[in-house]
């Protein structure tokens, strides 16, 4: 009994720590999940997706950069995928690192960039981006 009461304040705190760092996101940085992002592709919308997991250092880092740049970011978090399902997802856009930006027009990905290297006023405040990536479909 004891160990299942542990076990609970455990996950307990680990929904409250993540819910309070979610909540530290710049008000243009929305947390979005991939049936969200899907039905974004599918409405043939064009957005920009910053990938990674709220606990890992880059992601992070890519965070405090998004929050100085005043573009609208849709940010989805890894660790509430089913990882079978997230493999799927970044295989057919070819996501290879823990953390990826893309500039999405519907079901294509135009772009990708390094949020910690890129120059984002250029890579995000541009409606025509310069990266001439090759355009990857959803199958």
Known sequence: ????????????????????????LADHIYCITLDMVEEKMLAKEEFFLFIGRMDNVDTQRGLSRLESIDQTIYFLDTREIAES?????????????????????????????NVLTVDLASFLGSRHCQSKSRLLKLI
Request: net charge positive; with cysteine; glycine share 6%.
């Open 85 to 113: 399902t997230y493999q799927q997802f970044a295989k057919q856009y070819h996501i290879q690192t823990l953390t990826h930006l893309a500039h999405f027009k519907g079901q294509y990905q135009f772009a990708v960039a």
């Open 1 to 24: 009994m004891r160990l299942v009461f542990v076990f609970g304040v455990l996950l307990l705190s680990l929904l409250f720590y993540c819910g309070d760092a979610k909540a530290e």
